[in-house]
């Protein structure tokens, strides 16, 4: 499974962003799928997840009502809508697919996932 994300940018403090992540796998339908940030000088976080069918996402604490994971399996494409974006939330954004086919457990540690993008910087200016 090849990630490929995109949409990064910068914005000003307060704006969104919408972040895409495509795969050219034909099994793009089967697999939960994430996303992460890593911030300079801190580890890799985690920001959201979607299970294999998208009826089902998590969220980390503080992304909660600002950020929404949403996904197209006919498109083979992953979404991370970024809205009320801060300063805070500037770093590169991943995405990554959980290795299990049909995975019922959407995991929230990077380690735990098998596939990855190449990230998408994203700059939140004050």
């Known amino acids: 499974v090849q990630l490929q994300a995109s949409g990064g940018g910068l914005v000003q403090a307060g704006g969104s962003l919408r972040l895409s992540c495509t795969t050219s796998?034909?099994?793009?339908?089967?697999?939960?799928l994430g996303w992460f940030r890593q911030a300079p000088g801190k580890e890799r976080e985690f920001v959201a997840a979607?299970?294999?069918?998208?009826?089902?996402?998590i969220y980390a604490d503080s992304m909660k009502g600002r950020f929404t994971i949403s996904r197209d399996n006919a498109k083979s494409t992953v979404y991370l809508q970024m809205n009320n974006l801060k300063p805070e939330d500037t770093a590169v954004y991943y995405c990554?697919?959980?290795?299990?086919?049909?995975?019922?457990?959407?995991?929230?540690?990077?380690?735990?996932?098998?596939?990855w993008g190449q990230g998408t910087l994203v700059t939140v200016s004050s």
């Open positions: 990554a697919a959980d290795g299990n086919p049909w995975g019922r457990v959407i995991r929230t540690m990077s380690s735990e996932y098998d596939y």
């Open positions: 796998g034909r099994t793009f339908s089967r697999y939960n």
């Open positions: 979607a299970n294999w069918s998208g009826e089902t996402t």
